[in-house]
Nanobody
Framework: QVQLVESGGGSVQAGGSLKLSCVAS????????MAWFRQAPGNEREGVAT???????KYADSVKGRFTISKDNAKNTLYLQMNTLKPEDTAMYYC???????????????????WGQGTQVTVSS
């Protein structure tokens, strides 16, 4: 069955870095759009970054220049390198996947149909 398992979350001080990983199984993840979303308490789940096997990447404006999404198809693993972390980056981070995306909907939650359980990232000031 389809599984997405995140890891790599933790607690860091502002300005620090973390690298999240998401191992995919049960589907051909190399042909899917794979994304990271995040959700802080009381907030909607928001798209952070997405990547396709062809190399296309999209980022939320709030993380451009600080976060980098990448994918290792041989390992069925998605990554999110997060640098220069800010307290407002504190959230549960989720891995997600979808086979099809309409242009312009790259980071819309409703477009993704496979989800992981999440990994917590806490950034202190």
């Amino acid at each position: 069955q389809v599984q997405l398992v995140e890891s790599g979350g933790g607690s860091v001080q502002a300005g620090g870095s973390l690298k999240l990983s998401c191992v995919a199984s049960g589907f051909a993840s190399s042909t899917y759009w794979m994304a990271w979303f995040r959700q802080a308490p009381g907030n909607e789940r928001e798209g952070v970054a997405t990547i396709h096997s062809g190399g296309t990447t999209k980022y939320a404006d709030s993380v451009k220049g600080r976060f980098t999404i990448s994918k290792d198809n041989a390992k069925n693993t998605l990554y999110l390198q997060m640098n220069t972390l800010k307290p407002e980056d504190t959230a549960m981070y989720y891995c997600a996947a979808t086979q099809w995306l309409i242009a312009g909907t790259w980071l819309e939650r409703k477009q993704y149909n496979y989800w992981g359980q999440g990994t917590q990232v806490t950034v202190s000031s």
